[in-house]
């Protein structure tokens, strides 16, 4: 079997555009990678915007927490002081009565 001239033209052509279509899809796969590079990146920045963001969440959190804690206490201080007051206020109540009956 002979090769001809025309055989390697044609098979040397096949083969530069076979070359010129891994280029371009090269190209592409590599335009790809990098717009997934810069989107990673992007969503990167992102959760470390947020983690800063959860951080200050989070002591916020801690700050409504012991404000409760502090509310809750002061109920608990009011609770006694309003039975302290009712108590006062039966006994003033009693001393106005006896004092009434002796007039």
Known sequence: ???????IAEV???VENLGRLVEEQ???VQQK??????FASEVLNNLKHLQGRMG???AEIEEVKEKLEELNTLGQEFKGFSRNFEKI??????LQGGSDKSV
């Not at 079997?1 to 055989?7: A, C, F, G, L």
């Not at 206020?89 to 009693?94: H, T």
């Open 1 to 7: 079997m002979e090769v001809s001239k025309k055989d």
């Open 12 to 14: 040397g052509q096949a």
């Open 26 to 28: 090269f190209q592409s």
């Open 33 to 38: 990678l990098n717009h997934l590079s810069q």
């Open 56 to 58: 200050g969440v989070e």
């Open 89 to 94: 206020s039966e006994v003033l109540r009693e």
